[in-house]
């Protein structure tokens, strides 16, 4: 979680050929030194079909998955973003096995340069859960990324900008490598135009992104701040997964 000036929340869906399908929500607002925030996201895997020895066959959700959370950020030192975030988990598995569980998320963010940021974050970190008799960890992650914008002709008179950002995470449950990528252009303030790439771990295939955002203020829409549309290709969650987002202030 970052810093911002004023309040907005912040609604998404996604959704893939084959059923699966996630979204959240977000609320964000500063307070004094602080910005706070509060989310709530899902996860549905889509229907399976179970084939017993008899013949018989049962329709069943795969996985279930509810989050809450809240979080708080500030700058201590200038240039310096410290956030952390509490999350709580609802997971059901086959429709029988129900869990709950708390875990943290914790991030710094350094500007190290003019238009160019480092962050580092450790994500879901703390208890594991129990499915019968079975106890598996929460896939824990430790991330590192760099983010550096500059900008095209002059901002006056309202000059192109390009962001590139990339990042390295450790999974601790495939004990294995990933690697992010992206670029984003956006021309006039008005109009993003972003690719993106994932690539795989533990042997799991990567995925390729793209998408675009749309500046809602600049097209006389002064209370969407933002819409955004992505799809994957390539995805392992699902076949071509779409999300689409809308920010808006408050």
């Avoid at 896939?139 to 390295?168: K, T």
């Avoid at 799991?204 to 209370?223: D, H, S, W």
């Avoid at 799809?231 to 202030?249: G, N, V």
Wanted: proline share 3%; charged share 15%.
């Amino acid at each position: 979680m970052g810093l911002i000036a004023t309040r907005s929340i912040t609604v998404a869906g996604s959704t893939g050929l084959f059923g699966a399908g996630s979204g959240f929500g977000l609320y964000a607002s500063p307070l004094g030194p602080w910005t706070v925030g509060a989310g709530l996201s899902y996860y549905d895997s889509g229907e399976i079909t179970l084939n017993a020895s008899d013949g018989t066959s049962r329709h069943l959700t795969g996985r279930r998955e509810i989050m809450i959370g809240g979080g708080v950020a500030t700058d201590p030192v200038p240039g310096l973003v410290a956030g952390m975030l509490l999350k709580g988990l609802y997971s059901s598995l086959l429709e029988e096995f129900r869990v709950r569980t708390a875990v943290w998320d914790i991030g710094l963010q350094y500007e190290v340069a003019d238009a160019m940021k480092l962050g580092i974050a450790a994500q879901n970190l703390g208890a594991q859960i129990r499915y019968s008799e079975d106890t598996f960890s929460l896939p824990a992650a430790v991330r590192a990324g760099l983010a550096y914008g500059f900008r095209i002709g002059e901002a006056s008179s309202g000059g192109d900008a390009v962001l590139v950002a990339s990042d390295i995470g450790y999974l601790s449950l495939d004990r294995a490598f990933e690697y992010r990528m992206g670029v984003e252009y956006r021309w006039r303030s008005l109009l993003d135009i972003r690719i993106g790439m994932h690539a795989g771990s533990a042997g799991e295939p990567g995925t390729l992104c793209i998408g675009f955002g749309v500046n809602g203020g600049r097209m006389g829409a002064p209370l969407l701040e933002r819409f955004d549309y992505a799809i994957q290709f390539w995805s392992r969650a699902s076949a071509y997964p779409q999300t689409l987002s809308l920010t808006a202030k408050l």
